[in-house]
């Protein structure tokens, strides 16, 4: 499995960030959380310098760290009606590269 925009320059990256805005991959858009579809739960990426202020972010409902995990969510239980496997090779991916811990908050 080869690395996205860790080890190789992203041709979407530009000197202010990912190009391509709302419309970036599925994996790109749930960074900083991984999500194991075996399991059913959200972990979070705790070497992601922005990891602790996701976190506390998502004790508060109405934080930018909720609505993207809830945004995830639905998305999520969409993909899991029409592309289970793809859920499980990213997930697959994500554990390889990323440092997780499980997400203690469930999505609404
Ligand atoms: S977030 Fe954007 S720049 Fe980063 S890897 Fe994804 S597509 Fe590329």
Known sequence: MQPICIKRRCKHLSSS????????????????????????????????????????QLSSPDSDASRHLNRMAMTIRGLERTDLDYLEANFAFDREYFSLTPVNRTPD
Do not use: M, V
Not at 26 to 34: E, K, N, R, S, T
Not at 36 to 44: N, T, V
């Open 17 to 56: 960030g990912c190009t391509l805005g709302n419309s970036k991959p599925f994996g790109c858009d749930l960074y900083p959380l991984a999500y194991d579809p075996a399991s059913r739960e959200f972990y979070l990426d705790s070497e992601c310098p922005l990891s602790g202020r996701y976190a506390d």
